[in-house]
């Protein structure tokens, strides 16, 4: 399933989104990488390796990828030996986490790097099952964020970029809502150094999505489970990749870079897809009405060349029917990219710092007594985020098939 007009047909695409601006702009693009030392947190999650793969091979002058996985490092490096061999002469991963004294020791020895990109999140509105996994998600998404880019200052970096998601628009859950505190977070810092970001839909088969999930239960030859009634925009990690560049390259100080919608990006349900890929590989689907006549089933069906699937209407904490890159009260540059668009963020210091300084303090003080709850985190977010709608109906995906 790694051929790219196979998973564009699945999203019910014919071609890739950025192929245009990418051309237009490879020259510069390609000056800029060869020319630049890049640091990638978070560089062995799908979104990370495909943005190190797009440094790779324009020959970064120096290319460091820090990520907690071990396994995954140890794959990026594999995959980049075995495609692309030995274009980066400073080439090295390292198996740290950016929130530990080893990272600290690390940048101190050496992270003079013209280019900061954090691709490092906690993503799934599953983690926002409890007050423990909660506060992970708080050290991932924004502490951390704030840590590395004080460093970045500190250490003269010309840029930092840090992913965001669509879903810090108008949020539901505390995933998203995370995300949103740490564009702000993100903001404050642009007084001392330049800052972008992105927003961007669904990434085809990253690690942990359920597109991912599919092809896992097919290798293991157990049901699909979707919900058919929430509908997403889709990217593939090479476009979720290149969307990264661009922003980390030619954003101006505070944009934010989203996929423009067009007839090339469309809403497609989860289920569709799962029906498409089964028919992609030569099975029927075959509609269950129950996860337990889904699982008891399986083996027959499937000797049948008929897949059992499960599909549902969402009823779990935090999912929104469908997800928009930017509000009605942003300010928008569509013109200076054919399939990029741009919110052009302004400063409000005053009133945001005094916001974010309550938060810190408020984070550090629970952590202190060693004691929260997931309600006091929501007020909290509530506090930061007047807009926050937080959608909790106590059900979650870990009690989904």
């Known amino acids: 399933m790694n051929d790219i007009n196979t998973i564009l047909r699945l999203i019910n695409r014919t071609e890739e989104l950025f192929t245009e601006d990418i051309e237009m702009y490879e020259s510069e693009i390609a000056e800029l990488v060869k020319n630049s030392s890049f640091l990638v947190i978070g560089g062995a ?36 030996r ?18 530990s004294l080893e990272y600290d020791m690390f940048i101190e020895s050496y992270g003079n790097y013209d280019y900061v990109m954090n691709l490092s999140a906690l993503k799934h509105v599953r983690s926002e099952k409890d007050t423990y996994t909660l506060m992970r998600m708080i050290d991932v998404n924004i502490l951390n964020t704030e840590k590395t880019l004080k460093q970045s200052i500190e250490k003269g970096a010309k840029k930092y970029f840090c992913v965001s998601t669509d879903k810090a628009v108008n949020s539901v859950n505390m995933m998203g809502a995370s995300k949103r505190i740490m564009e702000e977070f993100l903001m404050r810092r642009s007084v001392d150094i330049l800052v972008s970001t992105a927003r961007f839909a669904n990434v085809t088969f990253s690690d942990g999505s359920l597109l991912y999930g599919f092809r896992q239960r097919i290798a293991k030859e157990q049901p699909l489970s979707a919900p058919r009634d929430i509908k997403r925009y889709f990217i593939t990690e090479e476009e979720s990749g290149e969307l990264c560049l661009m922003s980390c390259l030619f954003g101006e100080n505070m944009d934010l870079f989203f996929p423009k919608l067009n007839e090339r990006l469309h809403f497609t349900t989860f289920s569709e897809i799962a029906v498409k890929y089964l028919e992609s590989i030569g099975y029927t689907p075959y509609l269950c009405s129950t996860e337990d006549e889904a699982r008891n089933r399986a083996k027959g069906l499937i000797e ?98």
């Not at 274009?87 to 929130?99: A, I, K, N, Y």
């Not at 004691?371 to 009690?399: A, G, I």
């Open 45 to 80: 999650g799908s979104i990370g390796q495909a943005v190190v793969k797009e440094l790779f091979k324009r020959k970064a002058r120096v290319l460091h990828v820090v990520d907690l996985s071990e396994n995954n490092l140890v794959e990026l490096v594999r995959d980049i």
């Open 82 to 99: 075995s495609s692309k061999g030995y274009m980066v002469e400073d080439f090295r991963t390292l198996p740290l986490d950016c929130g």
């Open 304 to 401: 049948e060349k008929k897949w059992p699937c499960y599909f549902f209407d969402s009823d779990t904490t935090g999912e929104k029917d469908f997800e928009e890159f930017y509000t009605e009260n942003e300010v928008l540059d569509m013109n200076r990219f054919k399939s990029i668009g741009i919110i052009k963020n302004t400063a409000t210091f005053e009133d945001e710092d005094e916001k974010l300084q309550y938060f810190e303090q408020t984070i550090a003080g629970m952590k202190e007594k060693k004691r929260w709850t997931k309600e006091e985190l929501v007020d909290l977010f509530n506090y930061m985020l007047p807009e926050f709608r937080h959608k909790e109906t106590h059900k979650y995906l870990d009690q989904r098939m």
